[in-house]
């Protein structure tokens, strides 16, 4: 799966993370996932899921959501590491390597897999 992180309505970047009010909209870490690749993985809404890749995983819950394209997670927000499940947060799945020539802003295409946590 290609994963995309987006920004959440109600956070700032990584502002207000933490706020009653905006935790009280966003509830807690969530994947958006299409409902078919959600039952090719046999994954319903709400359920406890895995994201990962060969720089680690991280646990969240799993949104249902047919307005996106099949293949394709999207995890809102900056959420603090200590709001997911484990502790590690969206940000364990991707790298801080150095872009080339001289070590600027890299933009990263993260692909994942995913499955039902038990």
Request: aromatic content about 8%; overall charge negative; hydrophobic content about 35%.
């Amino acid at each position: 799966f290609r994963l995309a992180t987006s920004p959440a309505r109600n956070f700032l970047n990584s502002s207000f993370t933490e706020t009653p009010e905006s935790l009280a909209r966003e509830k807690r870490p969530t994947v958006m996932i299409h409902p078919d690749d959600a039952a090719d993985h046999d994954i319903a809404d709400g359920d406890l899921v895995t994201l990962g890749n060969g720089r680690g995983q991280t646990r969240l819950h799993a949104r249902l959501f047919d307005g996106m394209r099949r293949g394709v997670l999207i995890s809102e927000g900056i959420w603090p590491n200590s709001k997911f499940v484990d502790g590690h947060g969206i940000n364990v799945l991707t790298g801080d390597d150095s872009t080339a020539p001289f070590g600027g802003a890299a933009f990263h295409d993260n692909r994942v897999w995913i499955h039902k946590s038990i």
